[in-house]
Structures are given as C-alpha cells and as structure tokens.
C-alpha cells in the first residue's frame, strides 16, 4: 500500500466532506485518534478543533501528557474534565455491555453532543478502524466507537456526521500511516489501549478506588514490560477477592491479573513468554499496591480470550 498517496486521499476526502463548516475530533492519545487528528489538522487547520475528554479512566498523568505532547507538534488540543459524568454513569454497573454502553452513552449522547453544540461542528472525525467494525458487526464485541456499521443514524441520534478516515486499515497499517505522517514513535508505535480505557480492564464496579488500584497496576506493568516488545500488556482488577496475610493478619483481598501478548492486528494473540525473574518483579511490585494481595499471570490466547476482560 501506498501510505503516502492514502494519506493524500484522505486529506482531500476529509477537505470535501467538511467544506467550510468546522469539524470536532476527539484525541485519546492512542495510534488511532492521534493520526486522524493530524490527518484532520493538516485537512481543515482552524476548521477542526481537537478536544482531549478526561473520562477519569485513563492511566497515570495521560491526559495531560498527551496534551503536551501535541502542543509540540503545533496541534492545539482543549483539555475537557468529563470525570465526574462517567463516574455517575459506570456507578453500579457490573454487566460488561452495560458499562461499555454507559461509556458510548456518555461520550456521545452527553459530553459530546454538549461540545459539537458548543463548538458548532457539523462534523466528527473519528478513528474508527477495520477490527472495530469487524468484530461489532460479527456481535463479538460492542466496541464503544462503532455506531452507523450497527444502524445508529448519527445526524439524527446525536446531530452530527461521523467522517472515519481510517476505516479501511488495521492496526498494523494505521502505525505505517503515523510513521508516513512522521509522528514520533512515541506516538506511532504506542501500545493499543481500548475506548473503554481501564473500565475494560476492571471486572465488577468501576469506582475511584478501583481506578486507583488499577491504574497504579497499570503504570507497573507498562514499566516492567514496555522492553518486550510485545504487542500489548495490561493489568486486570478482578470482582473477586482472596485471602491472604498483612501485617501478620488475615487480609480478603484483591486479585489483579497481568497479561502480556503478541499480536499482529488483535484479532488472534498469543502469550509472551516471559522470565520468571521478571514475573516475580511484577508480582512483588504489584502486591504492594493497597489493598491487593495477589498477583496472577494470564496463559490463555486470543481465542478463546480476548485481550480485555470487560
Ligand atoms: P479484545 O479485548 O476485543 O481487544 O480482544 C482487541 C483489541 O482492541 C482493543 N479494544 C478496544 N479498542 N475500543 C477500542 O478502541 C474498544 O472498545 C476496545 N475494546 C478492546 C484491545 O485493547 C485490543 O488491543
């Protein structure tokens, strides 16, 4: 494929659609959403404001982060603290579809929807890709960003048109595309991490505290882990609890489970093998988060797994 000449097409694909109404993107931070950012920036320049919605489930000091490091490539991007309305809307939750669509609901119906009004974009770009679409429409998974593949008309659910620049790629070619669009590798070869962010990996209520601990599980592994080369590594907050020993007493306590894979585009994935020395690492590490005292290493492959848990 040539990702140059893609990337030119696009750019005027995008150009087309939107004439001279302004557009509004959302940026995670991920591979996705930072190359239709960029796509949709040297597109419309002024005419696309990016917003950047603090959901409360992204991993340690990534909202800001991310923020910054788009600043740098001249890309200005609002910052939106969203926190509180995800939290109130995953509060009692424990169904996986239920809290993905709590998720889909809140982002698009509400903080969304308050934005394109705000801003007065006619149009949304968004970084859908190929396994998204594949797998919700095979009813696999609800991915929380697919919405006209499934029938959601969304000029009239939610008043804007969807633009999906990257809907015809995988994985593997959207990170050709970001290098093509000279990102830094930062950026282009960064670990996938789901919509959902850490509410598909926490099993059970999604509350502050369980953010909490795995977010602190989260920063762990990506340290231990990034050197692999692996395709992606996570950690998994589970409902259930097990016993355990603190401070020379009997401690009910909270299993977080490690999962580290290769893959090529997440459809299929297998299980890194890794070094006892470094599991070890992991586990003493990730026991000394409060209130959790085990720490499991996940051997099954995708299928019949799948890489999240939610
Ligand atoms: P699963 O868990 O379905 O994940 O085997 C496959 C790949 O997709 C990521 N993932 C998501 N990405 N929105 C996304 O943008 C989602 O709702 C979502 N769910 C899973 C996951 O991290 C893995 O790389």
């Given at each position: 494929?040539?990702?140059?000449q ?11 659609t ?9 940026l995670?931070?991920?591979v996705d ?6 796509l ?36 200005k ?75 959601i ?33 930062e ?13 598909a ?5 999604v ?11 989260t ?5 231990e ?23 020379n ?22 299980v890194k093998?890794l070094g006892?020395d ?15 005292n ?17």
């Open positions: 494929m040539d990702y140059k893609f990337i030119e097409e696009q750019i005027s694909e995008i150009r087309d939107v004439g001279r109404e302004k557009a509004i993107n959302a995670s931070g991920g959403s930072s190359v239709v950012t960029v949709g920036h040297r597109a419309l320049g002024d005419q696309l404001k990016t917003v950047l919605v603090d959901n409360a489930l992204m991993r340690e000091g990534e909202p800001e982060h991310v923020v910054k490091l788009f600043g740098k490539l001249g890309i991007v609002s910052l939106i603290d969203a926190r509180e309305e995800f939290l109130t809307a995953l509060a009692h939750l424990t169904d996986p579809e239920q809290k993905r669509q709590a998720i889909t609901d809140t982002f698009y119906a509400k903080v969304f929807a308050r934005l394109v009004k705000e801003s007065g974009a006619k149009f949304l770009l968004h970084g859908t890709i190929l396994t998204d679409i594949e797998e919700t429409v095979a009813g696999i998974k609800r991915q929380h960003n697919i919405l006209a593949q499934i029938g008309d969304t000029q009239k659910a939610y008043g804007y048109g969807v633009i999906e620049p990257l809907k015809s790629l995988r994985k593997d070619a959207v990170r050709e595309v970001a290098t093509a669009l000279k990102l830094p590798r950026l282009s070869q960064r670990i996938p991490f789901p919509g959902p962010a850490l509410a990996r926490i099993v059970g209520p509350t502050k505290e369980r953010l909490e601990t795995v977010r602190a599980a920063t762990i592994v990506e340290e882990l990034s050197e692999t080369g692996a395709f992606q590594y996570l950690a998994v907050l589970l409902s259930d609890l097990a016993t355990g020993i603190r401070d007493k009997r401690q009910f306590g909270e299993i977080v489970v490690i999962r580290c894979i290769d893959s090529v585009d997440a459809r299929t994935a297998t093998e006892w470094k599991l070890n690492r992991i586990c003493e590490r990730i026991v000394q988060i409060k209130g959790v085990r720490c499991l290493y996940d051997l099954t492959p995708k299928p019949p797994a799948t890489v999240e848990y939610v």
